[in-house]
């Protein structure tokens, strides 16, 4: 089944129709090339481009006997062009037109794939400038660590998205070769100049070598693009799951008029597309998984690779362009709460800013260790009694011995903390500082 999300031409890439129909382009290019070349009739080769043609269900009904596709396939062709037919598949084994027509219809697929990546990376960096100043308080294991923006957040995002899209755009070359030297690629029937023509016709370049395939390590290359680029989503909605729960509550996927959460509890608004994104992401693990397991063939070829194949490609990059797409639409349209994230920074009364009083002590001339061991006596205090940590600290005589009450207030200014986000999003988007105004 489809996603509900998923390109139209996604589907189509992968279709039995699709499929026939870029097998036929490479004959196609092969037989002109051996036109070119002399090798075959030029009126044969006019003639299969002509009248070539095929009925699925007529190709169907041939490997039904035959148990071998590309040979339904061929068959299923001549009847359409006649005479000319004998020249059809002349000198190339199967390999070399599933593999060639195979290579058209992952670089198609690409194409689709960066594209959703180019409106993705778009969303975010539209996000990420709309709340480069939004304060919220960072976690790392998942506990209160030091004040940092939603923007940041959402620039890192943006920052890995581009190196998706890159890992992508290299893989789509890798895969972008075909082959059409035999059947163990040693050119016994037809000169490479054919190959290499036929292939400059189809968008591709010619293998520099291959056995009676193209060799697999470019298909898990690709695999593992798309996968990593899966872990991206998955950590991005997971984060988005995360700062959704109720005790948090400072982020929200968007939630449509009429939408119903849960059949018993009509309260609810639960991260179902990002619970989705999370789910189908090990999907693209796997399947990159059975990619390395599909490099190691015998000898010349085998043909383990291709059943796993028919499931792989299409299924990965269907999942992947409706994760692309359907995550776009959540980071577009996400609620975020600004007075949720101040809220939930000022929880932990002030402790958060321990680290930039530490080295305020250590610039006075305080050892760090005996800096750490006062700053953290008072953080516990503040835990333990729920008392607010700058209070503790102002009357504290060993801290307040080596620094004044507007070091502390400098240290547990927001400002100070967030002076560099600016440059954060310089480097990292190409943004100056959008908002001159202080954190909010």
């Not at 070399?96 to 290579?103: E, G, L, S, W």
């Not at 929200?252 to 309260?267: D, I, L, T």
């Not at 991260?271 to 990159?288: D, F, K, S, T, Y």
């Not at 240290?411 to 954190?439: K, W």
């Amino acid at each position: 089944m489809i996603p509900r999300y998923t390109h139209p031409d996604m589907g189509r890439i992968w279709s039995d129709q699709r499929k026939y129909e870029t097998w036929l382009a490479v004959e196609v290019a092969a037989l002109e090339a051996m036109a070119r070349a002399g090798i075959v009739p030029a009126d044969a080769a006019r003639d299969v481009k002509e009248r070539g043609g095929f009925d699925i269900a007529r190709i169907e009904a041939i490997e039904e006997v035959t148990q071998h596709d590309l040979i339904a396939f061929t068959t299923a062709v001549a009847e359409h062009v006649g005479p000319s037919a004998r020249w059809l598949h002349f000198g190339l084994t199967s390999s070399d037109v599933v593999d060639t027509a195979q290579a058209v219809q992952m670089r198609e697929a690409c194409d689709l794939i960066l594209q959703d990546l180019d409106r993705l990376i778009e969303a975010v960096r539209t996000r990420a400038l709309e709340h480069q100043r939004t304060v919220m308080i960072g976690r790392t294991h998942g506990v209160h660590a030091e004040p940092m923006t939603f923007g940041v957040k959402l620039a890192l995002w943006y920052a890995e998205l581009r190196r998706d899209r890159e890992r992508v755009e290299r893989a789509k070359d890798g895969i972008s070769v075909g082959k059409l030297s035999g059947a163990v690629g040693v050119f016994a029937h037809l000169p490479p100049a054919v190959e290499e023509d036929a292939c400059r016709a189809l968008g591709l370049e010619p293998a520099l070598v291959a056995s009676q395939v193209i060799q697999r390590d470019r298909h898990a290359e690709l695999l593992s693009a798309l996968a990593i680029t899966g872990s991206t989503l998955e950590k991005c909605a997971l984060e988005i799951r995360g700062l959704q729960k109720t005790e948090i509550g400072e982020v929200e996927e968007p939630f449509g008029r009429g939408q119903k959460g849960s059949s018993a509890m009509p309260h609810k608004r639960n991260p179902i597309g990002c619970e989705q994104i999370v789910g189908l992401a090990r999907l693209l693990r796997a399947n990159a998984s059975a990619a390395f397991e599909n490099n190691a063939l015998w000898h010349e070829r085998d043909i383990s690779h291709s059943s796993v194949e028919r499931v792989i490609l299409p299924d990965s990059f269907i999942a992947l362009d409706h994760m692309l797409r359907r995550f776009a639409r959540i980071v577009s349209g996400m609620v975020v709460y600004p007075d949720r994230m101040l809220e939930n920074l000022r929880r932990s009364r002030g402790v958060v800013f321990s680290g930039t009083v530490l080295l305020e002590l250590a610039r006075r001339g305080v050892s760090r260790e005996q800096a750490y061991e006062w700053v953290q006596r008072n953080a516990m205090r503040s835990f333990a009694e729920g008392t607010e940590f700058k209070s503790l600290l102002l009357a504290d005589a060993d801290v307040m011995a080596a620094l004044s009450a507007a070091d502390i207030e400098t240290a547990f200014d927001l400002d100070e903390q967030l002076q560099h986000v600016g440059h954060i999003f310089e480097r990292a988007l190409g943004a100056p500082d959008a908002v001159s105004a202080g954190a909010r």
